[in-house]
């Protein structure tokens, strides 16, 4: 049984015009400039610029984190400072590189001093969030960290709870049902180090879950 995504509540204001803009949007390039342009998300005014993404987004997987940090904000991408620098390592274990994910995250501005952002502030980067994966259309999506996975799947429990379960969840804009892990965020692993076992679990897993997909003949990126 797939995870439905969650009733949408009546929209206004920001959020509103939000979702408007980026269902208006046909391509990635498009929804980058939008949200370039989108003065709705007052992160903007405290961040030094827009991280919107990175990887090749033809690729069946899809990585989703929280915010950018400081490194993020002076780059522009996410996942560029030591918690990325972290993850990609994870992901070299399992032969992956940007060049076979494309990466992502829930907000596209850094929360001063890393601040917990807001409901609001997450609900205003939702619509955009959403018409990116729309776009790109993936097989799986890793969320990195609890906070992704509550956001888009609905789901409450915490990333202990969550983590190291294939669920397959089948939002509005995608055709059929896809394929979606927890891990641990890499920023609570440099913390946490001895729960690096449980992500090299949670790799496997995504690992044998690609082989799958292509195996099925899926090919490794569609023709847009
Ligand atoms: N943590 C995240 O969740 N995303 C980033 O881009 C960097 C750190």
Redesign the pocket.
């Known amino acids: 049984q797939a995870i439905a995504p969650p009733a949408r509540r009546p929209e206004t204001g920001d959020v509103a015009a939000a979702r408007r803009l980026a269902l208006a949007c046909p391509d990635l390039t498009a929804l980058e400039a939008a949200l370039a342009g989108f003065e709705g998300c007052a992160l903007r005014r405290t961040a030094t610029r827009l991280?919107f993404a990175d990887g090749n987004p033809m690729s069946p997987l899809v990585l989703v984190?929280?915010?950018?940090?400081a490194e993020?904000d002076r780059q522009g991408k996410?996942?560029v400072?030591p918690?990325?620098r972290l993850l990609d390592r994870m992901l070299a274990t399992i032969g992956l590189d940007r060049s076979r994910f494309w990466i992502t995250?829930c907000l596209f501005w850094r929360p001063p001093g890393n601040r917990t952002p807001s409901p609001q502030e997450v609900a205003v980067c939702q619509p955009f969030l959403e018409r990116a994966l729309e776009l790109v259309q993936p097989k799986i999506v890793l969320f990195?960290?609890g906070t992704a996975a509550r956001t888009l799947l609905g789901l409450e429990a915490g990333v202990t709870r969550l983590r190291g379960t294939l669920r397959s969840w089948h939002p509005d804009w995608s055709p059929a049902p896809i394929g979606t892990l927890v891990t641990f965020?890499p920023?609570y692993l440099l913390r946490n180090p001895a729960q690096k076992k449980l992500v090299w679990r949670d790799l496997l897993q995504l690992s044998q879950r690609l082989d799958a997909i292509s195996g099925q003949g899926g090919p490794e990126g569609r023709p847009h």
């Not at 984190?65 to 940090?69: H, R, Y």
């Open positions: 991280c984190g929280e915010a950018p940090g993020e996410p996942f400072g918690s990325g995250n990195v960290g965020h920023a």
